[in-house]
T-cell receptor, first 113, second 110 residues
Framework: DGGITQSPKYLFRKEGQNVTLSCEQNLNHDAMYWYRQDPGQGLRLIYYSQIVNDFQKGDIAEGYSVSREKKESFPLTVTSAQKNPTAFYLC????????????FGSGTRLTVV | DAKTTQPPSMDCAEGRAANLPCNHSTISGNEYVYWYRQIHSQGPQYIIHGLKNNETNEMASLIITEDRKSSTLILPHATLRDTAVYYCIVRTGANSKLTFGKGITLSVRP
């Protein structure tokens, strides 16, 4: 079955450590996105990529980094520069013509202690 | 992209129709209306989208007013599994990102 996989589902890290969240899709989608969600809030866009080897900052990119070396993969690194990294992180992908909407992964809940 | 306004919450009885409103008074001619829902601790799920005409699929119906300044998502026979946060989003077509607000929390009661 085609889909988008995020791993791990739960992640714990100590403050000051970088951590990388995985996002893989086998939908042959061109575009991929990372969102952050805090309790009771909507989703905020961190980074997005419309083609391989290219990505753009979203609304809250500070303290995060991404890469897009393969069409299938769009890992997100939460760096120590991110002031408040504890959150629910969601990855999504879409066909280039995004009228058909996004497919989301099941999310990674990151807790920094 | 135009902003949307949704009430924070609503409830309905199981088996009845759930009508979820959304205002998008600043929508422009080329902006589509999208609806997604998010069940607790999961990723959002696409439901339906439309431009001008009413749309229906196996999940829901989307009614867009003639002036396109508001829309209603209709779940014809709500079940307990429809309890979720529903997001109404407007956006232009290609190369436009989705922006999710707080949505409306629908609670379906037995």
């Amino acid at each position: 079955d085609g889909g988008i996989t995020q791993s791990p589902k739960y992640l714990f890290r100590k403050e000051g450590q970088n951590v990388t969240l995985s996002c893989e899709q086998n939908l042959n989608h061109d575009a991929m996105y990372w969102y952050r969600q805090d309790p009771g809030q909507g989703l905020r866009l961190i980074y997005y990529s419309q083609i391989v080897n290219d990505f753009q900052k979203g609304d809250i990119a500070e303290g995060y980094s991404v890469s897009r070396e393969k069409k299938e993969s769009f890992p997100l690194t939460v760096t120590s520069a991110q002031k408040n990294p504890t959150a629910f992180y969601l990855c999504a992908s879409s066909i280039g013509d995004i009228l058909y909407g996004y497919t989301f992964g099941s999310g990674t809940r990151l807790t920094v202690v | 992209d135009a902003k949307t306004t949704q009430p924070p919450s609503m409830d309905c009885a199981e088996g009845r129709a759930a009508n979820l409103p959304c205002n998008h008074s600043t929508i422009s001619g080329n902006e589509y209306v999208y609806w997604y829902r998010q069940i607790h601790s999961q990723g959002p799920q696409y439901i339906i989208h439309g431009l001008k005409n009413n749309e229906t699929n196996e999940m829901a119906s989307l009614i867009i007013t003639e002036d396109r300044k508001s829309s209603t998502l209709i779940l014809p026979h709500a079940t307990l599994r429809d309890t979720a946060v529903y997001y109404c989003i407007v956006r232009t077509g290609a190369n436009s990102k989705l922006t999710f607000g707080k949505g409306i929390t629908l609670s379906v009661r037995p």
